[in-house]
């Protein structure tokens, strides 16, 4: 799985690795290759041009014969000639007509390349390299003129051999040397392989550790075997897993510290404001301003609540007293209960009845009616412009479906997967620790559970909470 995340770095290392290695290979095979070709056109060219100034010296002895004479010279010489296999020895008279030839004597047409032309009128010794006109093959040829009399060119002796062996020799080269490039790329490729499997499996193992830190694992430790970057990396990481579980855990206490204190206070306060309230003489400012700390001190006793539950699920002691109940009725009555709050707050709370035999499942109905407060309270919170909120209960297959929603703005669609993290508040400007949500996922995961949130078609935010029928 790391391999895959990591193939971004896999294909850097081989592109500005084995990908430069390779084209400086090919380079090489290239330079390598028109080496050899220039040295093998250059030897067979300047073989030629030694049989064609030997030959015509050799001829020069003929010339001064009669033409027939020396057309019979050059037909028993060409008739004689060793190499008429590999080479073909040409006499071309000075209109450019084959005179004779080591084929035979009828070879063909006359050729027609510069080198002849050039040779009678520079009077000078012309190679030619290329294609011949007449056959489109690639040949090498040597023109040599033969001058009478030390005056008049009467034609020129040629010798014309075919590239193809010299090009087969220069392709096997060529193929020898991709050869040896496509090993050596080989070769580098299973090191780099090798070396890069030393790289991204020890920076796989810090990713998979350092994403464990960042869901919340703070303390883990990671092991490496190696003493370099890589080691002092992941020293790094577990001095800072060993700080942040350290402030967390300080964090914790002071969290659950600070809420058992405010608890007796408050539930001091609570108490004489309720005395306070029962008194009937007291002028309707005074009831006023009671009612007022009597609500804010419910509200800071709800905080207190969540941040306890907050800091017996980071402790691990959060537990659950399973029984077997009627959720339907439990969330009726939490629907109910509720409405007649909101009715004061202008906002309509409807209950979506259905005929769904929803079944008694093992559970613990105070903390599920916790959750289902808490996302009613955070709907009228965050939606409570919108005036109604929708609540149902339906049952799908072995799962029951528990849907909440507000007709308010929504949730920012970058804030949809934050939301549930503790003491996140997002753009809110709601009052509330940040904590609730958490919570609520928490105690939904403790029953197999599942809790999300999402925005609504239409507008307005979806809560859905899905609990399994068996434990």
């Known amino acids: 799985m790391h391999m895959k995340k990591l193939s971004g770095l896999r294909k850097r290392w081989l ?51 009669n033409y027939t004479e020396f057309y019979q010279s050059c037909i028993n010489y060409t008739k004689t000639y060793e190499h008429k296999n590999s080479i073909e020895l040409q006499f071309i008279d000075a209109s450019g007509q084959i005179m004779a030839s080591s084929y035979g004597t009828w070879p063909g047409p006359s050729p027609v390349t510069e080198d002849i032309q050039k040779a009678m009128s520079i009077r000078d010794i012309v190679p030619f390299t290329g294609k011949d006109p007449l056959t489109g093959e690639r040949i090498i040829a040597v023109s040599c003129p033969m001058i009478y009399d030390d005056d008049m060119v009467i034609g020129v002796l040629r010798y014309v051999t075919s590239t193809r062996i010299a090009d087969r020799q220069i392709g096997i080269i060529a193929c020898c040397g991709l050869a040896v490039l496509g090993l050596f790329i080989l070769v580098v490729c299973l090191f780099s392989n090798y070396y890069i499997r030393t790289i991204l ?3 796989g193992e810090i990713i998979e550790k350092a994403k464990r830190i960042t869901s919340g694992s703070y303390g883990i430790q990671i092991q490496t075997q190696y003493d370099d970057e890589i080691a002092d990396l992941a020293q790094t990481i577990n001095e800072m897993s060993v700080q942040i579980n350290q402030n967390e855990v300080i964090q914790r206490d002071f969290i659950s510290s600070l809420s058992h204190e405010l608890r007796t206070p408050l539930t001091a306060i609570a108490g004489w404001s309720e005395t306070i309230l029962a008194d009937e003489t007291l002028d309707p400012d005074t009831v006023r301003g009671m009612k007022i700390i009597s609500r804010e001190t419910k509200r800071l006793t709800e905080m207190v609540v969540e941040l306890l539950d907050f800091t ?11 029984r077997q109940t009627d959720i339907r009725s439990e969330f009726e009555d939490t629907v109910y209960m509720y409405s007649s709050r909101l009715n004061q707050e202008g906002i309509v709370l409807e209950y979506l009845e259905n005929d769904d035999d929803i079944p008694e499942i093992p559970c613990d109905p105070e903390r599920l009616r916790q959750v289902f407060l808490n996302i009613l309270d955070n709907a009228a919170k965050h939606g409570g412009e919108g005036k109604r909120i929708d609540a149902s209960m339906t049952l799908e297959d072995d799962t029951i479906v528990v849907c909440i929603r507000d007709y308010g703005p929504g949730i920012p669609e970058d804030e949809i997967p934050l939301v549930k993290k503790k003491f996140y508040k997002g753009s809110s400007k709601a009052r509330g620790t940040g904590i609730g949500l958490a919570v609520c996922d928490e105690i939904v995961e403790m029953h197999r559970g599942t809790m999300t949130l999402e925005n609504a078609e239409g507008g307005g935010t979806l809560v859905t909470v899905c609990l399994p029928t068996t434990q």
Not at 34 to 39: R, S
Not at 312 to 320: F, K, S
């Open 312 to 322: 017996r699920i980071q402790d691990g002691r959060m537990t659950l007293n399973i």
């Open 201 to 203: 499996v020890p920076v």
């Open 15 to 65: 592109v500005n690795t084995v990908g430069v290695l390779g084209a400086l290979g090919l380079v090489c095979v290239i330079l390598v290759t028109t080496a050899f070709a220039l040295y093998y056109y250059s030897g067979m060219e300047s073989d030629l041009q030694y049989r064609a100034k030997t030959t015509t010296d050799f001829f020069e002895g003929y010339l001064y014969q």
